[in-house]
């Protein structure tokens, strides 16, 4: 991995890891076992010497080393992020059926009328690819930062990515995330944000073992 690279891999259940490397999908537990058998293949090293731990946010964090980890969980496994150099953040969004008139609350002024002058029939779809956006820079702008969603404007993101936290947050006036939308899955939309400008992302999908059954 190359400086300004971010890899993110999509884990789900199957048989792309080694034999003893698996993850029952178990809560905070088997995630921690599935990024930890990621980590071990990638730097070929055992998965038990890679050391997590989780913020004061209860993000993930991996505690040696000069990579950014972001973990994300969505409906088919796990998403996770690498990036040597920068934080990262992640998020993975089911496409809901219809949108509530609440649901408009986290959005600009100008997200919400891009997204009202779309068919009825995307609507969901560009809400949720939004969504996904704002809540990957927010999660990697921290704590506080979800309070101002809807001054976040995801349609003013240059073409690198950059997307302007409000100077009003707890990261000071220069607070700027990169984001970057990631291949759809079925009914969901997913978005990686780094901390400065990426050069080139890479996504993969990888399997690992289904739990064992008595």
């Given at each position: 991995?190359?400086?300004?690279?971010?890899?993110?891999?999509?884990?789900?259940?199957?048989?792309?890891?080694?034999?003893?490397?698996?993850?029952?999908?178990?809560?905070?537990?088997?995630?921690?076992?599935?990024v930890?058998?990621?980590?071990?293949?990638?730097?070929?090293?055992?998965?038990?010497?890679?050391?997590?731990?989780?913020?004061?946010?209860?993000?993930?964090?991996?505690?040696?080393?000069?990579?950014?980890?972001?973990?994300?969980?969505?409906?088919?496994?796990?998403?996770?992020?690498?990036?040597?150099?920068?934080?990262?953040?992640?998020?993975?969004?089911?496409?809901?059926?219809?949108?509530?008139?609440?649901?408009?609350?986290?959005?600009?002024?100008?997200?919400?009328?891009?997204?009202?002058?779309?068919?009825?029939?995307?609507?969901?779809?560009?809400?949720?690819?939004?969504?996904?956006?704002?809540?990957?820079?927010?999660?990697?702008?921290?704590?506080g930062?979800?309070?101002?969603?809807?001054?976040?404007?995801?349609?003013?993101?240059?073409?690198?990515?950059?997307?302007?936290?409000?100077?009003?947050?707890?990261?000071?006036?220069?607070?700027?995330?990169?984001?970057?939308?990631?291949?759809?899955?079925?009914?969901t939309?997913?978005?990686?944000?780094?901390?400065?400008?990426?050069?080139?992302a890479?996504?993969?999908?990888?399997?690992?073992?289904?739990?064992?059954?008595?």
């Amino acid at each position: 991995m190359g400086e300004g690279e971010v890899h993110v891999f999509s884990v789900l259940n199957g048989s792309e890891f080694p034999p003893g490397e698996e993850t029952r999908h178990e809560g905070s537990a088997g995630d921690d076992r599935t990024v930890r058998a990621l980590l071990g293949r990638l730097l070929m090293r055992p998965p038990d010497d890679i050391r997590l731990t989780r913020d004061d946010l209860g993000r993930q964090r991996w505690d040696a080393g000069p990579f950014g980890l972001a973990v994300c969980r969505d409906d088919g496994g796990l998403l996770v992020a690498l990036a040597r150099g920068l934080s990262v953040a992640l998020s993975a969004v089911t496409v809901p059926g219809s949108v509530e008139a609440e649901a408009l609350l986290p959005f600009s002024r100008t997200e919400r009328a891009f997204a009202g002058e779309a068919p009825a029939g995307r609507r969901s779809l560009v809400l949720a690819r939004m969504w996904a956006r704002k809540e990957a820079a927010l999660r990697l702008a921290g704590r506080g930062a979800f309070a101002l969603a809807a001054e976040v404007d995801v349609l003013a993101a240059g073409p690198d990515g950059r997307v302007a936290l409000p100077a009003s947050g707890p990261w000071g006036a220069s607070g700027v995330a990169y984001v970057r939308d990631l291949p759809d899955g079925a009914g969901t939309v997913a978005a990686v944000a780094a901390s400065a400008p990426v050069r080139r992302a890479v996504f993969r999908r990888l399997r690992c073992p289904e739990p064992a059954t008595a």
